[in-house]
């Protein structure tokens, strides 16, 4: 079982970037891909961002494409998520995960059944 913490959460105005990490406790996390995913207040958890273990594949949902872009160094065992131009319906806390299934997968989920290790969590807050 992996660790993994979430940083770089806070309260920003609307229009800002903001760049959110998730730090791996172990080597394994580098076979497997990493998910973000955000849960606002009220609401069920929802998909953002998937990369696969090498980076090579990645997924975005529909509502932050253009404007978010996932991220990774093995090397680091850190995965990024950089979000750009944030509006108020970005406020959410955002979780990271990792990938349940077989090692060095190319395929990338949206679905947070497919993740086993979850960190804490990071509070982002857009003020308008």
């Known amino acids: 079982q992996v660790q993994l913490v979430e940083s770089g959460g806070g309260l920003v105005q609307a229009g800002v970037s903001l760049r959110l990490s998730c730090a791996a406790s172990?080597?394994?996390?580098?076979?497997?891909?990493l998910g973000w995913f955000r849960q606002a207040a009220g609401k069920e958890r929802e998909f953002v961002a998937a990369?696969?273990?090498?980076?090579?594949?990645?997924d975005y949902a529909d509502s932050v494409k253009g404007r978010i872009t996932i991220s990774r160094d093995n090397s680091r065992r850190t995965v990024w998520l950089q979000m750009n131009r944030l509006t108020p319906q970005d406020t959410a806390i955002y979780y990271c995960?990792?990938?349940?299934?077989?090692?060095?997968?190319?395929?990338?989920?949206?679905?947070?059944?497919?993740?086993?290790?979850w960190g804490q969590g990071t509070q982002v807050t857009v003020s308008s």
């Open positions: 990369i696969s273990w090498n980076g090579a594949s990645t």
């Open positions: 172990l080597p394994m996390f580098s076979r497997h891909g």
């Open positions: 995960a990792a990938q349940r299934g077989p090692e060095f997968s190319d395929s990338v989920s949206p679905r947070p059944t497919d993740y086993g290790d």
